[in-house]
């Protein structure tokens, strides 16, 4: 993948590709905004929910940014037919809408291969999760589990690469800079000493750290691309 062709000439065609994203962005917000009272609590690990047959995000009491902007990724990734009939539990519903971040996904969609939760063994979702070691005692996502999730879900693999880009650029961190000087470990020793910036920068850094010992050099080098890649943040 070289995902440096998208800058040929260059940053227009890339700035025509975040203009049409961020209008894109904007038309497909939902109507309603809930942060949820402090004694709501959203089931599993998730602290923000997109249901999209609802066009509302609600997020928990003390959830951080990047939870918000993560759901609001999700709600673009719907058009208005696809909220009216989608179904925002089914990891394959749901589009990528950044071009760069589609042609990725391309090459790091076969990452995770690790342990499958057996729906017909549990009785709930969340204990399916646990009993594959997606989730901890807590209901956290672990390293293994931001694989399963990140990888089965292209929804989730732009939200949390986004997000979590988006919460180390908003705390300073020039991080298409930081990616063009450094090897792959470099880089996600960076992602790692930061991941307390967010909850996404967290998922953000579980994901690397599974790719880290999971992946080929060829999905290194992919996401060292979409490490460098403009989002306009």
């Keep these: ?62 959830s951080d940014p990047s939870v918000e902007y993560h759901e609001r990724l999700h709600a673009a990734q719907y058009s208005k037919l696809g909220r009216f009939l989608g179904d925002p539990g089914n990891l394959e519903k749901g589009r990528i809408q950044d071009p760069v971040l589609r042609e990725g996904y391309k090459y790091l969609s076969d990452l995770y291969s690790g342990p499958e939760p057996d729906f017909n063994k549990y009785d709930t979702q969340e204990e399916a999760f646990r009993a594959a070691g997606l989730t901890d005692e807590n209901n956290i996502m672990t390293e293994t589990g931001a694989g399963y999730f990140v990888t089965r879900s292209p929804r989730d693999f732009e939200a949390v690469i986004k997000s979590g880009l988006k919460s180390f650029y908003d705390a300073g961190a020039n991080v298409k800079q930081i990616a063009a000087g450094s090897s792959f470990e470099d880089m996600v020793g960076f992602i790692n000493q930061n991941k307390e910036t967010s909850n996404n920068a967290r998922g953000l850094a579980k994901y690397a750290n599974y790719l880290s010992k999971e992946g080929s050099e060829e999905q290194k080098k992919v996401f060292m691309d979409l490490m460098e890649t403009e989002y306009g943040y």
């Design 1 to 62: 993948m070289n995902v440096k062709k998208f800058d040929n000439g260059g940053r227009t065609q890339r700035q025509r590709q975040l203009d049409r994203l961020a209008r894109r962005f904007e038309r497909r917000q939902p109507k309603e905004f809930t942060r949820l009272d402090p004694s709501i609590p959203i089931p599993g690990s998730s602290q923000g929910i997109f249901p999209a047959n609802r066009n509302r995000i609600f997020v928990e009491a003390e």
